[in-house]
């Protein structure tokens, strides 16, 4: 999510500068660049759901399962193929809306322990 003002990162660095808004004021994400990067970093070879082995890795997502993207221990951290990633999105918005289950439903839905 966009911050309006640049704060610090859990880790204690300055918040990444993302993009400007449509009123020329400057958006910041949520956490800083190495933290961002340590997560890219946790991406394994493979889908941690389906098994899929891409031809690229770009094929592949690192997706938070407790949807906390500030988050970023390795615990935390989940290679997902872009249709695990798509469905696990799609159980998590229909979690939200519904808002009786829990992260713990979805990690159990998707076989993820």
Do not use: W
Not at 73 to 101: F, P, S, V, W
């Amino acid at each position: 999510m966009a911050r309006t003002t640049r704060g610090l990162c859990n880790c204690g660095n300055l918040m990444e500068f993302l993009r400007y808004d449509s009123e020329g004021n400057k958006l910041y994400r949520d956490r800083c660049t190495s933290c961002k990067r340590n997560g890219r970093k946790q991406k394994k070879d493979h889908c941690e759901r389906c098994g899929f082995i891409p031809e690229d890795k770009c094929q592949l997502d690192v997706d938070h399962i407790n949807m906390d993207p500030s988050n970023n221990k390795q615990k935390n951290l989940i290679t997902l193929c872009a249709n695990c990633h798509r469905l696990k999105t799609k159980i998590e918005g229909d979690l939200k809306r519904e808002d009786m289950y829990s992260v713990r439903r979805v990690k159990k839905l998707l076989g993820i322990s």
